[in-house]
């Protein structure tokens, strides 16, 4: 399955609500800066985060914004322009 790379950006009210779409989107890409995640997902990722998401937020006061970066091919270091601090990717370990 296709992977694609988002970032993921929000801006919730309440302060239990933010932590746990920081919780989901943690589970799922790095933490970028406060509040904007980069994530690599499938089609089945994405739906399931999504609705995570939505369930989480009040729709009428929080907002989350998705956006598609495309598919695989270019790592998000190539893409990525930075100003002042630089990104520093985090460093991943797999426990089994």
Known sequence: MSR?????????????RRGQVFELLEGNGDHVQYSVFYCELND????TLEGGLS???NHDEDQVLIL???????????????????????CRVQVV
């Open 68 to 90: 598609d970066l495309g598919n695989d091919r270019m790592p998000l270091e190539s893409a990525l322009r930075t100003l002042g601090k630089s990104y520093a990717p985090p």
């Open 55 to 57: 369930d989480t937020i």
């Open 44 to 47: 089945h990722e994405r739906v």
């Open 4 to 16: 694609r790379h988002y970032l993921v950006t929000y801006d919730i009210a309440d302060d239990k």
